[in-house]
DNA sequence: GCCGAACTTGACCATTTGGTCAGATCATCG
DNA sequence: CGATGATCTGACCAAATGGTCAAGTTCGGC
């Protein structure tokens, strides 16, 4: 009920009222470009919130290790993001918009082999570069979805549908082995966030202290060239 | 000091100390083959603790809730193991013992597509039967191994580098196409434990609420054939 | 330079939770 | 039986942790 808490998170989603207030609200949020300090503050804790839930999950994460991280006191943090959890939701979209659209590159008009190849690339390279954004996923997923268990049966669950529509007609055109379309998502969604999930047990079995380029140039080859030859049909050896 | 704690499972690997007391201990860890009580409390608290450490993860889960899942009082629960951490580390180790040795099926004298067909069957079978222990297992090293990370640098990286051997071995023969050998292991075990680690997002995608063996039967031939396809060197098409 | 709103923060609190303990009970063996 | 050690357990405690709050300070528009 205090100033902070009815003031807080100026969205566009929020209970249309009287006109006048809706357009103070909407100079406002113009104005400053959202509140550069709340854009700023926000930006760090969840970069530090998603550090620290990858590390120690949810349950284990504590705000005060996520304050210290974002180098602000802990009461800032609440301020900003009212629970734990709201704070954990939204290190969750950020992860979802960057899992969302790679699926894209599949579309009937496309050569599987590109469209493959690219989509392990990226996927790869998320792995590389957000390993934390990968983990917190994993997390989430791992401990039963309990905060994503709608976005999966949903979003996703249709998304996969629509992309399995691609796979099949591609096996129409006899590109592809007949294969389970969902299946081989799963195929391609565990060979390519295992770099990132697993990467201490990756690290050990190579004996790395880190993942270099290299690593990830290799992983890259292998990925493909397995999921390549096991899934296209073998261009035909022209009749002798 | 008090007397459980110094009484507390007696274990052949305790302190040698005076002849009639080491043949005091002897003479009762055979007597009741190790504490009938013992044996049947450990297990149900093992058990209540795996399942409770794959839905919660360490910092999660509640040694309350896994002496309430065992039906034993929390203090009782202290009484077989000492700490949150011990028990974790019991349960660990029985999930080891299952990973441990499917990969003695790789071996130099094989055909490759029995062996590979023969784990991928097996992790699989992993996978469905005893998902919490993958869960678990996930879960440690999703977090960084705190406690597995001496584990991963001996015992497995030795294990990868013998089984390397044995791939190098089949690729020198051209049985299978020259791929990094450790990285085939990981794409292995990615996808196999990935249907016990991501359920919840298989089964949002199925559309299923839980995973039926039809299922795994056909995540079993999906995987095979793409594994197989993907790393054999196809039989020669016979000169025409 | 003033005003209201946005932001900051140290101090505080209720709850949860791992772990302890002392005393009661039970099993077994001579 | 009776003794001895194993097992059991309710009551308890200290530390950690998520969250609150009231009293500030700063900011942006006028």
């Not at 470009?33 to 284990?60: C, D, H, K, P, Y």
């Not at 704070?87 to 590109?114: G, H, K, M, Q």
């Not at 880190?210 to 290799?218: G, H, N, V």
Request: proline share 4%.
């Amino acid at each position: 009920m205090s100033r902070q808490r009815t003031a807080q998170k100026p969205s566009i989603t929020r209970n249309k009222s009287s006109g006048t207030q809706r357009l103070e609200a909407l100079r406002k949020f113009n104005a400053n470009t959202r509140g550069a300090i709340r854009e700023s503050n926000e930006m760090r804790l969840l970069q530090a919130a998603e550090t620290v839930f990858a590390a120690r999950g949810f349950s284990g994460a504590t705000t005060a290790e996520i304050a210290t991280r974002a180098k602000l006191p802990k009461a800032n943090l609440h301020y900003y993001f009212r629970t734990k959890a709201e704070l954990y939701r939204a290190v969750l979209a950020n992860v979802l918009e960057l899992w969302l659209d790679e699926l894209d590159r599949f579309t009937s008009d496309r050569e599987p082999t590109e469209a493959i190849a690219e989509y392990v690339a990226a996927k790869l390279n998320w792995s590389r570069k957000r390993p934390n954004a990968s983990k917190v996923f994993a997390n989430e997923v791992l401990h039963g979805a309990p905060f994503l268990k709608a976005y999966l049966s949903n979003d996703l669950r249709r998304r996969v549908e629509d992309k399995s529509e691609v796979v099949r007609h591609w096996i129409a055109q006899g590109k592809m082995r007949p294969l389970d379309p969902k299946h081989f998502f799963f195929q391609l969604w565990a060979v390519t966030q295992h770099y990132a999930d697993f990467d201490v047990q990756v690290r050990a079995v190579l004996g790395r202290g880190r993942l270099t380029d290299q690593d990830f140039a290799t992983a890259a080859e292998n990925i493909t060239a397995l999921i390549l030859h096991g899934c296209l049909v073998p261009a035909r050896t022209r009749p002798a």
